[in-house]
């Protein structure tokens, strides 16, 4: 899998209604790294994420390809459910269901139809696990999940992404609202799953970016402003408005 591409989006073009958020993006998402997102409010980096999963499919129209294993799943006869499955997301709040721990983790397998007992325990101890919560929670997994702290709630967020054996995960903001410990939790837990997973997350924090991510792409008003290796974009930028960014100017 090493310095191969999970995904790549070419001529990506987003609207809501009349008003055009993403302009003709193209790239290429390595397998087994971490992308970060990053850009000025607005930029268009929460809808271009969004796209790749098909999440927009009924706030916006989206045009262009979306390459995942030689198909272009950005087309109407695609199944969108198993697409979900294979592309998952994580979102900026955490958000737990009203249910035990166990009940969370395994949500997506049930959906999926799984009734297998030794395969939902199993899927729950190795997705907490790779998600850092299991020692945690091991002795509580029937209590209500909504009792974690912020912090725990998100690692169980991921878990349950997990669970369903996705190969990209999408972040979206992942930790914005959570403390710094919570925080360096995640960014620990992001580098140990990229062994196993493609990571592509949005994040407003630059320190997150330049530790986290191997590669960076910076948007600006809707536009691919530059994508490169993450010490690059971050030390050696070779675009003026990357640095401007960088550098405070704007955003
Ligand atoms: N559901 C929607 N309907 C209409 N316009 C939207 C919708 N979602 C986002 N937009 C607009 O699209 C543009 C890009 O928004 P988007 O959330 O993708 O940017 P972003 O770079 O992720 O911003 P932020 O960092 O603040 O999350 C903005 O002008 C926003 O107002």
């Known amino acids: 899998m090493q310095n191969s591409i999970a995904l790549e989006v070419k001529n990506l ?42 999440m927009n499919d009924d706030l916006a129209t989206v045009h262009g390809e979306i390459n995942f294993h030689d198909l272009n799943i950005n087309q109407p006869k695609v199944n969108v459910y198993r697409i979900r499955q294979q592309i998952g997301m994580v979102f900026q709040q955490p958000t737990p269901f009203p249910l035990s721990i166990y009940e969370n983790v395994i949500y997506g397998l049930r959906l999926a139809g799984v009734k297998d007992r030794q395969i939902l325990d199993q899927r729950v101890e190795e997705s907490l696990r790779q998600a850092a919560l299991w020692d ?97 974009v971050f030390m050696n930028p070779r675009e003026q408005q990357t640095a401007d960014y960088l550098s405070g100017k704007f955003g």
């Not at 993403?22 to 409010?41: E, L, Q, R, W, Y």
């Not at 592509?200 to 290796?229: C, K």
């Open 136 to 232: 945690e929670v091991k002795d509580q997994l029937k209590e209500s999940a909504l009792a974690l702290s912020g912090g725990q709630q998100q690692r169980l967020c991921i878990a349950r992404t997990l669970a369903v054996q996705p190969e990209i995960i999408l972040m979206d903001e992942p930790t914005s609202a959570l403390d710094p410990v919570s925080t360096s939790q995640i960014e620990e837990t992001l580098v140990q799953l990229k062994e196993k997973f493609t990571i592509i997350m949005v994040t407003h924090n630059m320190q997150q970016a330049s530790r986290s991510a191997d590669w960076t792409a910076f948007m600006h008003q809707g536009n691919l402003i530059e994508f490169n290796q993450t010490a690059d």
């Open 13 to 54: 073009e987003v609207l809501y209604g009349e008003k055009h958020v993403v302009h003709n993006v193209s790239m290429k998402f390595p397998a087994n790294k971490i992308t970060a997102m990053i850009g000025a409010s607005g930029s268009g980096k929460s809808t271009l994420l969004r796209s790749l999963n098909r």
